[in-house]
């Protein structure tokens, strides 16, 4: 019965190995996560905006509030 023999344990680059790994991963999640962000709020929030002020008037609205008392130094 020969004694069996176990592979030798890697000691070198294990550092650098393990990190190429990780950072690689980590670059392709934070990309992922930047489209998603993009296109679940940046891109609804763009929206909502151009639809707003696609129809505002910033002069009727200064009217009302100054109708309204907001301002002191406009009567």
């Not at 679940?40 to 100054?66: I, L, S, T």
């Amino acid at each position: 019965m020969a004694p069996e023999v176990l592979p030798k344990p890697q000691m070198r680059g294990l550092l650098a190995r393990r990190l190429r790994f990780h950072m690689v991963t980590a670059f392709v999640l934070s990309l992922g996560v930047a489209a998603l962000y993009k296109v679940g709020v940046a891109d609804k929030r763009k929206k909502a905006y151009a639809d707003f002020y696609r129809n505002y008037d910033a002069m009727k609205d200064f009217e009302e509030m100054r109708k309204a008392g907001i301002f002191q130094s406009v009567k």
